[in-house]
């Protein structure tokens, strides 16, 4: 399954804020965004869900205009 453990390289906020997911819109897609929206709120994010249209990806957004 996806793997969301934290990269070091990545500066990290000191206090949980707001994250925005923006998944694919399948099947895959909403599953990880699940799993990482479960483990955000645990550890007292926020979290608003935007996922691109059914079957679409964002990429096929953008290019679409």
Do not use: M, Y
Not at 7 to 18: G, I, T
Not at 28 to 45: D, I
């Amino acid at each position: 399954g996806p793997c969301f453990e934290h990269d070091a390289r990545l500066p990290r906020p000191r206090e949980p804020r707001h994250l925005i997911i923006a998944p694919d819109g399948d099947a895959a897609g909403w599953r990880a965004a699940e799993v990482l929206s479960l483990r955000a709120r645990k550890l007292g994010w926020r979290v608003t869900l935007r996922p691109a249209p059914r079957g679409q990806d964002w990429n096929d957004v953008v290019r679409s205009g």
